[in-house]
């Protein structure tokens, strides 16, 4: 989608710290973060919210945990426990138009969450 900011990122037309990439998922440091360890892990097709994902898209899914699981360990979160976000919608707090998981770490969180 040709105004989308995190397409602009896959496609390099505006800078992100990459610190992951594969042919159907990219990661970059999230530019205002929440947490110590603050990681958006975006999908490269371009899917508006998880309202938009269809059958034809579970081993995304699937495969985006397993990236999400493997950059918690090499950022040494995953022994003393991470969240991982999905914003949907307006009402749910989701600001970008583009699927994208919030890999949070390195401190405590509360419950509920805002």
Request: aromatic share 6%.
């Amino acid at each position: 989608m040709a105004d989308c900011i995190f397409c602009k990122i896959v496609a390099r037309e505006i800078p992100g710290e990459i610190v992951y990439e594969d042919d159907e998922t990219l990661a970059f440091k999230d530019i205002n973060p929440q947490a110590p360890v603050h990681i958006l892990v975006i999908t490269k097709k371009h899917l508006a919210s998880l309202a938009e994902v269809g059958e034809a898209d579970k081993g995304l899914l699937g495969h985006i945990n397993l990236v999400i699981s493997r950059l918690a360990r090499e950022k040494g979160i995953s022994e003393k426990g991470y969240r991982v976000v999905v914003n949907t919608g307006a009402e749910g707090g989701q600001t970008v138009p583009h699927l994208h998981f919030h890999l949070l770490g390195g401190r405590s969180f509360k419950w509920p969450p805002g």
